[in-house]
């Protein structure tokens, strides 16, 4: 029988004026744990923009291409943490899907138009999530990985050093 374990509660940290703002609980399951290393992969096949970080956010802007597919896929298998807008503390991201992943990762999608995932559903990677909307005026999505360490603390990774397909 497979197992399923317990993850940490922990304070969704969107931007650090969020930190003590969020009420959200964390799911208390994960997918079954495996030995293979994560391999993150691009949620969508776009051009990236990565003057996002002049603004300030850790993460990187992907443009979509005029005629190309629109779905947005989840870059690594996991479980859905957060799925939709919230009016009060992510107003700014517009709809969005953050996804807990093995080892302490999770990735945030941002600036959906349409939402096709759940909170505490499990996602494989690849499957689709949503589909491109706009973000601070551009039609695309922004995308960022997080990695949070067993103490708490959370860093940002540029998805283009881990992740393929950019």
Excluded at 95 to 121: C, M, N, T, W
Excluded at 157 to 163: F, G, L, N, T
Aim: positive net charge; aromatic residues 12%.
């Amino acid at each position: 029988m497979k197992k399923f374990f317990h993850i940490f509660t922990i304070v969704l940290m969107i931007s650090s004026a969020i930190v003590a703002s969020c009420t959200k609980k964390e799911p208390s399951f994960v997918p079954p744990a495996s030995n293979k290393p994560l391999t993150f992969i691009a949620p969508l096949k776009g051009i990236v923009d990565a003057s996002v970080k002049d603004m300030g956010y850790p993460g990187i802007l992907i443009l979509s291409v005029p005629n190309r597919n629109k779905t947005v896929a989840a870059s690594e298998g996991g479980i859905v943490f957060f799925a939709g807008r919230d009016s009060n503390l992510l107003s700014g991201y517009g709809k969005l899907v953050i996804i807990f992943h093995r080892y302490g990762y999770e990735s945030v999608y941002a600036g959906l138009d349409k939402v096709f995932v759940k909170p505490h559903q499990i996602v494989r990677k690849g499957e689709p999530i949503g589909t491109v909307g706009s973000w601070k005026g551009k039609k695309g999505i922004y995308f960022v990985i997080r990695k949070r360490t067993s103490g708490g603390k959370v860093y940002s990774i540029d998805p283009r050093e881990v992740a393929r397909g950019f």
